[in-house]
């Protein structure tokens, strides 16, 4: 009997252990400009695009705008001025008829008043109404005042809406006859309480 032959082992095959693969790392700071801008990414909307949104944005604003915009509470007419000199023939008392409308929603109350004259070289006086507890003594003092004079116009006068308010105002303004005669302007200014003052404006006839 023979000797069995030796068998030899067949070879095994041999695995070499590899490493995962690392992420390539890139140099943001080192990207060409010219690939960042042909990225998708990176790139604007459309010029339509940007033109409707900036349309939308303006449409709005004009629409805000339109809706808080003043409104003038109230507006107003100088009627009549009528001024004597003092006997020192150093200034001058003047009456003046106006009258002021409520063209707001809601009832107005003058909280106070003044006026302005500004002669014709440009130099300006204010003065604040007479009471009308001193009107008669005035008319006393000089009685052509009287027949341009009717009831005052009073702080504290309500105004409904729609409705309007008219009165005498009382003024002295250190002024000579002449120079109040060629005025350049006389604006009376009425304030109503919480609200915007009422700029009347009177312009001379020459």
Same mark, same amino acid.
């Given at each position: ?7 030899? !082992?067949?070879? &095994? ?34 010029? &339509? ?105 009073? !702080? ?6 729609? &409705? ?22 006389? &604006? ?19």
């Amino acid at each position: 009997m023979s000797d069995p032959q030796p068998t030899t !082992p067949a070879p &095994q095959p041999t695995t070499t252990a590899t490493a995962p693969k690392q992420p390539e790392s890139i140099n943001y700071g080192n990207v060409p400009f010219s690939e960042e801008m042909d990225k998708a990414k990176w790139q604007l909307p459309p010029a &339509q695009i940007v033109g409707v949104g900036v349309a939308i944005v303006l449409i709005v604003g004009l629409i805000v705008g339109w809706i808080f915009r003043y409104q003038p509470v109230a507006s107003g007419q100088v009627r009549e001025v009528f001024a004597v000199e003092t006997t020192d023939k150093s200034s001058v008392l003047c009456t003046v008829l106006v009258s002021v409308r409520n063209d707001f929603e809601r009832p107005i109350f003058i909280k106070e008043m003044k006026g302005t004259l500004t002669t014709a070289d440009g130099k300006s006086y204010d003065d604040t109404p007479a009471s009308e507890v001193d009107f008669e003594r005035y008319f006393q003092a000089f009685p052509d005042l009287r027949s341009h004079a009717v009831a005052a116009i009073k !702080p504290e006068t309500k105004i409904v809406p729609g &409705q309007q308010a008219a009165g005498t105002l009382v003024f002295g303004f250190p002024v000579t006859k002449e120079q109040f005669d060629g005025r350049k302007n006389l &604006q009376i200014t009425i304030e109503p309480y919480d609200r915007r003052a009422i700029v009347i404006s009177e312009k001379p006839q020459k």
